[in-house]
């Protein structure tokens, strides 16, 4: 692996040969949140999104993310939940790939110690209808109990099946769907400021939407899809679009792993 952007003196060793596999502790500093955000009301929070493209915009191949992924990008997949508090991710997308409870690593545990950090992230379901199966290792196996996000709407017999299974469920909205500055709200209230979303591309859309993302890492794979597959963000288009500023970019087998992040944010 290489770092393309930005180019300094101190990353020019980084240059060379790209058959280097970089440690897990250099890409945590790669990509280490911005800021150390605190705990609580009024506390700072950083919301970046995890998401892989192929060359001609597909988020998804066959209807799932892993085809268009590669070893690099699963290794810096696992860094980012690592460094996370919370993991978001839309119901359909934990359905589709079958997700599982974030483990605890060791390679990490210092690190998260040093943060204040639990041993693990949790996993924040969204969820209008909270059509779940909350007896799934997802929610019986986690080492840091996994959060449903609703809104008030939600439908009451599937409420009562979650709380009946000890499932925490967050009420972040007023109808049926999820407000996501709610949403990301009612994490930070719970000290989980350092938010980590991998999607689906609906979810992605309505935090694009509302203005709450910071930080976009952007996996582009050198593939062509071609299809019908969603973009990495779907939902009603923007008014006026946001730029982003790029922060960083590493390769490794034409793989291009980008960081980008909102200008007011930098």
């Known amino acids: 692996m290489r770092r393309l952007f930005p180019v300094t003196d101190s990353t020019a060793p980084t240059l060379g040969p790209d058959d280097r596999e970089w440690s897990l502790d250099e890409l945590a500093d790669a990509y280490a949140y911005p800021e150390a955000p605190s705990a609580g009301a009024g506390a700072a929070v950083w919301l970046r999104a995890n998401m892989v493209s192929s060359l001609d915009g597909a988020a998804q191949h066959e209807g799932a993310s892993q085809p268009l992924s590669s070893a690099s990008d699963m290794r810096i997949f696992g860094v980012l939940r690592a460094l996370s508090d919370v993991v978001i991710a839309g119901a359909e997308t934990v359905r589709r790939e079958g997700y599982r409870p974030a483990r605890a690593r060791e390679a990490f545990a210092a690190r998260r110690a040093a943060a204040g950090q639990r041993p693990a992230p949790a996993i924040a379901v969204v969820s209008a209808s909270l059509d779940l199966d909350f007896e799934a290792p997802l929610f019986t196996d986690a080492l840091v109990?996994?959060?449903?996000?609703?809104?008030?709407?939600?439908?009451?017999?599937?409420?009562?099946?979650?709380?009946?299974?000890?499932?925490?469920?967050?009420?972040?909205?007023?109808?049926?769907?999820?407000?996501?500055?709610?949403?990301?709200?009612?994490?930070?209230?719970?000290?989980?400021?350092?938010?980590?979303?991998?999607?689906?591309?609906?979810?992605?859309?309505?935090?694009?939407?509302?203005?709450?993302?910071?930080?976009?890492?952007?996996?582009?794979?050198?593939?062509?899809?071609?299809g019908g597959a969603q973009r990495i963000a779907g939902g009603p288009e923007v008014a006026v679009p946001e730029r982003f500023a790029l922060a960083s970019v590493l390769e490794e087998g034409g793989f291009l792993f980008t960081r980008y992040h909102r200008y007011h944010r930098i």
């Open 145 to 226: 109990p996994t959060l449903v996000l609703t809104g008030a709407a939600a439908p009451a017999e599937r409420l009562r099946a979650a709380q009946k299974e000890g499932v925490e469920v967050v009420v972040a909205g007023e109808g049926a769907g999820v407000d996501p500055v709610r949403a990301v709200r009612a994490l930070a209230e719970r000290g989980m400021t350092r938010q980590l979303t991998e999607g689906g591309p609906r979810l992605l859309g309505q935090f694009v939407a509302s203005g709450v993302l910071d930080e976009l890492c952007l996996t582009v794979a050198p593939l062509l899809t071609a």
